[in-house]
């Protein structure tokens, strides 16, 4: 049984966390050991062990903590991990150390389009400590290709897949609206996001300032908590929304919050890769507002699945929610689009496919396209020790010193270089010393 070990350094409760969650559990399923290492009073810590993933505390001060390398050793020699996929920037460097020191192969995600630094040590955690790097979206990873100069061969774009159990149409919005004390012929915005300066809340509620005379009958809904929750409240007292705005705080209940508006909207001007609370409310039918940035235009395409307008513009926010309460069946049939759209291609069974993809070609040694063709049934050929030579001359196969190929490997039938065994073993160390 394969034993896959995610990392998290964070200490927050994101899109980020809720996908190592989700595609733990969907992992677990499919028969794979998944293990999850991260801060012991973290937020996913409690949630894994909620939900039954197997959950193991790792603190993680700074970059090249000493301590938690050698912890983390110990926990994936302990329980005999075959991948470690690391999440954030910290347990990166920690835990991709301590793989190479076992012998591991590592996978690097990318969650968010913030830029990374262009400094060798930004080079050296994508594209040398780790084997492969995940993005959860096509514009991270044209930016780490093209602004970065990583090598697109070791990047591949999975972007976050809805869960179709958890988030299926026939969910009841009402009883949310209830709750709330909220109208049925309210007209309800709302953004289920994490309280961070990057997802506009703030150029939200100034559009919902202008918008209150034209649409009396307005409220927005902000569900989510974070580092921002203080600024947001005062904003809301400071320019009379008390009556206008309902801030919820974290809400288990994403499905029936999202099911209950008339229309979703995410202001964000910074950093989104494919949002999940987008996905989730293209998936149940819920019209969408949204701005460019980051990887959102990969889901959200304008006048077909939803409305895009540019960041950090209240005006054109102003005038999209406006249209939308004046276009309402309009609104419902780009809806339906989006919805077509999720169902097809963004789901959690698509999401965990392509991911498990990647862990059979580390595993099997093979090529991309030859891994992608074998049968679910089949078990790929187990990983190899760095210290075995064997492996070396595998996993420094597409390096220059492997050129030209004379030969095949009688295993995996993956070409051998025309060089003679002690010549190549020489420079496979001095190749891996630089890694």
């Not at 049925?184 to 309280?195: E, S």
């Not at 339906?336 to 789901?347: Q, R, V, Y």
């Amino acid at each position: 049984m394969i034993g896959i070990l995610h990392t998290e350094w964070s200490k927050g409760w994101g899109g980020q966390e809720i996908r190592i969650i989700e595609e733990s559990l969907e992992f677990i399923k499919r028969g794979y050991r998944m293990m999850i290492a991260c801060q012991p009073d973290s937020r996913i810590f409690r949630v894994a062990q909620e939900n039954g993933v197997p959950v193991i505390p790792l603190k993680m001060r700074i970059a090249l903590d000493p301590l938690a390398i050698w912890k983390c050793r110990q926990i994936i020699k302990s329980n005999s991990i075959d991948i470690v996929h690391t999440h954030s920037s910290v347990d990166s460097w920690c835990c991709s150390i301590a793989s190479i020191l076992v012998g591991v192969p590592v996978i690097r995600s990318r969650h968010i389009s913030a830029p990374i630094n262009t400094n060798v040590f930004s080079f050296l955690l994508y594209m040398r400590l780790a084997n492969r790097v995940i993005s959860s979206g096509k514009i991270i990873k044209k930016k780490m290709v093209e602004v970065n100069g990583y090598d697109p061969q070791k990047i591949i774009s999975i972007p976050t897949g809805v869960n179709e159990k958890t988030f299926s149409p026939e969910i009841n919005g009402p009883s949310v609206r209830e709750e709330l004390k909220i109208r049925k012929d309210d007209f309800l915005l709302g953004i289920v996001a994490m309280l961070r300066s990057w997802k506009g809340h703030c150029y939200l509620l100034e559009a919902v300032k202008e918008l209150r005379e034209k649409i009396p009958n307005i409220k927005l809904l902000i569900a989510g908590d974070g580092p921002q929750e203080e600024t947001i409240r005062n904003t809301i007292r400071d320019n009379g929304l008390t009556g206008t705005v309902i801030m919820t705080g974290y809400r288990n209940d994403v499905p029936q919050i999202l099911r209950s508006l008339n229309l979703c909207v995410l202001p964000s001007y910074s950093n989104e890769g494919a949002p999940q609370a987008i996905l989730q409310a293209m998936a149940l039918g819920v019209p969408i507002i949204a701005t460019s940035a980051g990887g959102i235009e990969e889901v959200v395409r304008n006048g077909q699945t939803g409305i895009i307008v540019p960041p950090r513009d209240v005006q054109a926010l102003s005038k999209a929610i406006n249209w939308a309460y004046q276009n309402k069946e309009e609104c419902l049939k780009m809806a339906h689009k989006a919805s077509e759209l999720i169902w097809n291609n963004f789901t959690l069974a698509r999401m965990t496919d392509k991911t498990e993809r990647v862990y059979r070609e580390l595993l099997g040694w093979g090529r991309p396209e030859q891994v992608a063709a074998l049968p679910a049934n089949v078990s790929p050929i187990k990983f190899k020790s760095f210290r075995q030579p064997k492996f070396r001359l595998h996993f420094f196969r597409n390096s220059p010193l492997s050129t030209p190929w004379s030969s095949k490997c009688k295993e995996c039938d993956c070409p051998l270089p025309s060089v003679k065994p002690k010549k190549l073993l020489n420079q496979t160390k001095k190749t891996y010393l630089t890694r």
